[in-house]
């Protein structure tokens, strides 16, 4: 009988699912900046990510709530969205590996969800990113490692 911690890593080694999201991430990275390959670089311009979905108070506040859900999908600049994507490869592997596909996917969608509502609670002008996703697995993983203390 294998034990956790066995199970856990041999998931490991196969759980790539967390690839897909980082290439819709690119893509829709790239969608955001237009056709210039300067923008690529130093991310949208402010009315360019506005206009594609960000997170805005005043809108919100206005009735367009839909950009509650948009927002964790934009980033701002080339190095944002590489230090998001290189910690949703390694998070997302961990996640997979100890709660499966469905369920870390969920948690990542339902903690995006909550990190936006809480920066526009909090008054947050504009913002952007895949950050309060990131810190939700991070939160559910330290979770997880205290609950069967590996």
């Known amino acids: 009988m294998d034990s956790l911690t066995d199970r856990f890593w041999r998931d490991w080694e196969r759980a790539r699912w967390s690839i897909l999201p980082i290439v819709c991430l690119g893509l829709i990275y790239l969608w955001s900046c ?5 923008r690529w670089i130093f991310g949208p311009t402010s009315r360019q990510i506005i206009q594609v979905g960000a ?17 964790m999908f934009l980033h701002g600049d080339l190095l944002h969205l590489a230090l ?30 909550c990190g936006a509502v809480f920066s526009w609670a909090m008054g947050a002008q504009q913002t952007v990113g895949f950050s309060g996703s ?7 993983l330290v979770i997880f490692g205290w609950k069967y203390r590996f």
């Open 34 to 38: 237009g056709t210039s390959p300067m």
């Open 55 to 71: 997170l805005s108070a005043s809108l919100v506040d206005d009735g367009e709530v839909w950009r509650l859900g948009t927002t």
């Open 84 to 113: 998001n994507l290189s910690a949703l490869w390694v998070l997302g592997g961990l996640m997979e590996a100890a709660f499966g596909l469905l369920r870390s996917s969920g948690i990542a969608l339902c903690s995006g969800l």
């Open 134 to 140: 990131l810190f939700g697995m991070l939160s559910s």
